[in-house]
DNA sequence: GTTGCGCCTGCAAGCTATTGCAACAACCTC
DNA sequence: GAGGTTGTTGCAATAGCTTGCAGGCGCAAC
């Protein structure tokens, strides 16, 4: 069995030990967001499932991903283009600066939003789920 | 000239000496704003607005909106309600903790993130506009 | 007050995402 | 393997928001 065929069974079983059942529609979104490199939208997710299950819907998608994002599995992400992006949340967590005015996309370590947790978890009885944030705003690069 | 009115005057004025046509449309739409002591949604403002100009039309409510936001007179939030809410920039900056599970919501002030700006403003060079977040998580009185 | 430039708006179409509903199929039981 | 339960899906309608375009109107110049 190859690596990705055996996340994608691993993540298959975390549902199933759930009571959710495993239909071909959730393997193959999930197995798209795991042999996803980087950040994939649910567009992408569906071209890339239709071409194995042509007769799936959009909406099972955008469901699947609720879904996988309510059991943590997955982390999603608005990067500031109008569609949403996803991330398989073993691979990491990090998060993103973005510059509002040239556009550029620094990553950040997520322990650096340790001290705030904590801070919201002391002072304000409050479990931050933050796990994969964009914060917008301007580079020091450009002017104003 | 009432508190209000004159608000709204001066909120006009920075449009104009930026350059920006002051249209009735702008003007009703910066009023509402101001005149939320709350967030206040495009929809609520739509129909404010149409009371008194009924020819008005959504999208430029959100033109506008875009607009003020870029300006920094208003800020806008996403609470996780499927529709986003503004507010005005002067009526002060606060962030928001909504737990996933019971739907509370616990308001927090601004210098709570001071320390993580700074640490972004020094280590990565980037100005982060941190004026009002909304950060999804559990309050400690819901289980697991 | 009139004129003219070009920013702004209404309109309609389009995009991303959500939801109610009836049919379907995954999974358990026998 | 057959049958039944009920979670899941496809479909179509809908919601929130955006965008291209042509006409309208704010504003400055005279
Ligand atoms: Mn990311
Ligand atoms: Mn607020
Ligand atoms: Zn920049
Ligand atoms: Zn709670």
């Known amino acids: 069995m190859k690596g990705k065929e055996k996340r994608a069974k691993e993540a298959g079983d975390v549902l199933r030990e759930l009571g959710y059942r495993l239909t071909p529609q959730?393997?193959?979104?999930?197995?798209?967001?795991q042999a996803s490199d980087s950040h994939i939208s649910a567009e992408e997710i569906y071209s890339q499932v239709r071409a194995q299950y042509p007769h799936v819907n959009i909406s099972t998608v955008y469901r699947t991903l609720d879904l996988l994002k309510g059991l943590s599995l997955v982390?999603?992400?608005?990067?500031g283009e109008g569609r949403v992006r996803y991330h398989y949340a073993d691979k990491g967590h990090h998060h993103h600066l973005i510059c509002e005015r040239c556009g550029a996309i620094i990553d950040v370590d997520e322990n650096l939003f340790l001290p705030l947790k904590r801070t919201l978890l002391k002072d304000y009885q409050f479990?931050?789920?933050i796990r994969h944030f964009a914060i917008f705003g301007r580079c020091t690069k450009c002017p104003r």
């Open 127 to 129: 479990n931050a789920d």
């Open 26 to 33: 959730r393997m193959l979104i999930l197995a798209a967001v």
């Open 75 to 79: 982390t999603e992400t608005d990067l």
